[in-house]
């Protein structure tokens, strides 16, 4: 099993719709957990940080499921500027400082 | 004001020669990143330096060395380009190594012919 692991997509989805993409990861002991966007060519931006109550910021609903190891990320009346590549981010400082990037999954999203 | 800054933007060079690439970030962070994102997207931690102090080296060739002269730069040298090597290098800061918020520069596209 990859140390995290998402759906590579991609998903198409209609404007207004909601969709929904998970990030699981297989390391108990991960710590902090992040959702960047990254459009084509160009750098990752951190989109939020993912907190164990979860949180929300506008449209966007990060969610963190300790027990089944994975988070999520939920968009609300989606965008066309919504369009990217949605990485998440699992920081574990145990023994072995570690800081794994998901492989993004794309989102499509049509008018 | 550009946050985190990289030169140069594109690098195409041959084979065999070292070449450097600059990083530079004006938001008083004590931490900094070098990633590789390779031609099928995979974004991969190679350093991170916290406080001008190496904190995370993957494992990476030897050809690859980092260095902090101080806590808002971070360069990377690479002697002996390798094909394999051509990719998008990024580099990113974060307030701390526990705040692992990161804020990116543009990326260096380096192409080894």
């Known amino acids: 099993r990859k140390e995290v692991e998402q759906d590579p997509g991609p998903f198409n989805v209609p404007e207004g719709a909601t969709v929904a993409f998970n990030c699981t990861y297989s390391?108990?002991?991960?710590?902090?957990f992040f959702w960047y966007r990254q459009d084509c060519r160009k750098e990752p931006k951190l989109l939020m940080s993912?907190?164990?109550?979860?949180n929300e910021d506008g449209r966007f609903t990060a969610q963190l499921n300790r027990a089944s190891q994975y988070i999520s990320l939920l968009i609300r009346d989606s965008k066309l500027s919504d369009s990217a590549t949605y990485l998440c981010?699992?920081?574990?400082?145990?023994?072995?400082?570690?800081?794994?990037w998901g492989a993004g999954t794309k989102l499509i999203i049509k008018p | 004001d550009t946050a985190v800054s990289q030169t140069p933007k594109y690098l195409v060079t041959q084979m065999g020669n070292d070449k450097s690439i600059k990083c530079e970030q004006n938001?008083?962070?004590?931490?900094m990143y070098w990633y590789k994102q390779d031609s099928k997207k995979f974004l991969k931690i190679m350093f991170s330096?916290?406080?001008?102090?190496?904190?995370i080296n993957e494992t990476v060739p030897n050809r690859f060395s980092p260095k902090s002269p101080d806590k808002a730069h971070l360069n990377l040298h690479i002697n002996s380009l390798e094909l394999g090597d051509s990719a998008v290098y990024f580099c990113?800061?974060?307030?701390?190594?526990?705040?692992?918020?990161?804020?990116f520069g543009p990326g260096t596209r380096l192409t080894v012919l």
């Open positions: 993912v907190y164990s109550s979860g």
């Open positions: 938001l008083g962070h004590d931490t």
């Open positions: 990113a800061s974060s307030q701390d190594h526990i705040n692992r918020e990161q804020f």
């Open positions: 390391n108990s002991a991960s710590q902090s």
């Open positions: 981010v699992v920081v574990t400082m145990d023994s072995n400082y570690q800081l794994i």
């Open positions: 330096y916290n406080n001008k102090e190496l904190i």
